[in-house]
């Protein structure tokens, strides 16, 4: 990590690509050696001050060598994701009562597909939104770094859309559609471990980097989580494909157990979840206040 020379003239950690060098004149402010984007409107800061404003919407450079804290973020993009985490948290809420409720269906009805489908289609929307919105790129950060973002992101679109041409294959396309219900349920759970890798790199950007190794565990838990799902359904193909009728019992045993691990996972993601979510909000509050007039911003931005 590159250094900054701070507020008060100390050193702090800063974003990566950034250092401020101290002229040969001690009269001469020091200034941004490297390229540094503003957080408001992403122009290159290069060579200005910290006690400098951007020239493009006049937002205050040492805002934006702070800003890996939330606190001094653009208040804008952490509105999105105070509301993306509400919707995550909405949608986490129901997914733990729908999958009790499959369960249910699995032992006392037998068919029910079409209920399944449309209950998964409208049930996992609010979740859908809430990772498109928590995973909206922050202004003035380098968009070709979001790599595990963006993944996450399409990811979680691409399973949701599967739904759709998976509830539509009918009784004889039984393994077809076997197959797309595994592919997807494979996508959302990389999806979801790699909203853990995302998720981690918040612990310490809203002072609570203790949170960190509980995602961290949560993440490679998912993983586990992951690796005995894809052996369950090979075992599934096995038992149906070769006839092997004889380890049902195993695989009804097994289709507990995950059944039981996942919903206990699901709601300790719940709870960090909404962990983060109380954070950020609190930070939010600060960088509502600690931020120029959000008019004068717009006003700025539009005249440029």
């Not at 289609?121 to 995973?135: A, E, N």
Request: include cysteine; charged fraction near 15%; aromatic fraction near 14%.
């Amino acid at each position: 990590m590159a250094c900054f020379v701070s507020l008060d003239g100390g050193i702090g950690i800063g974003h990566p690509v950034l250092v401020i060098e101290q002229s040969q004149s001690d009269d001469t402010p020091p200034t941004i050696a490297r390229d540094l984007q503003c957080r408001q409107c992403g122009y290159n800061l290069r060579g200005l001050g910290d006690e400098h404003d951007c020239p493009e919407c006049g937002a205050a450079v040492w805002r934006s060598l702070l800003s890996d804290n939330l606190e001094y973020c653009y208040p804008g993009w952490l509105r999105l994701l105070v509301v993306g985490l509400g919707f995550v948290v909405a949608g986490l809420v129901i997914e733990i009562v729908v999958a009790v409720l499959y369960f249910l269906m699995d032992e006392f009805f037998h068919d029910y597909v079409l209920v399944t489908d449309i209950l998964g289609f409208i049930t996992s929307l609010p979740l859908l939104v809430g990772v498109w919105l928590f995973t909206s790129p922050e202004p003035g950060r380098d968009l070709s770094r979001g790599r595990v973002r963006v993944t996450a992101r399409y990811l979680a679109v691409a399973s949701y859309l599967m739904m759709i041409p998976e509830s539509l294959m009918g009784a004889q396309f039984s393994w077809t559609r076997y197959g797309m219900g595994c592919a997807r349920i494979v996508m959302f759970l990389i999806a979801v471990v790699l909203m853990m890798h995302y998720l981690r790199g918040f612990a310490g950007r809203v002072g609570r980097s203790r949170l960190g190794w509980q995602v961290a565990v949560l993440k490679w838990a998912f993983v586990v989580q992951l690796a005995c799902i894809v052996m369950f359904h090979g075992l599934v193909v096995y038992v149906y494909g070769f006839y092997h009728f004889e380890w049902m019992v195993i695989v009804d045993l097994l289709r507990f157990v995950f059944g039981l691990t996942y919903v206990g996972l699901v709601v300790w993601l719940l709870f960090l979840a909404m962990v983060f979510r109380v954070a950020m909000k609190r930070s939010l509050g600060h960088a509502r206040w600690e931020w120029t007039n959000k008019i004068a911003f717009s006003q700025a931005y539009r005249e440029r």
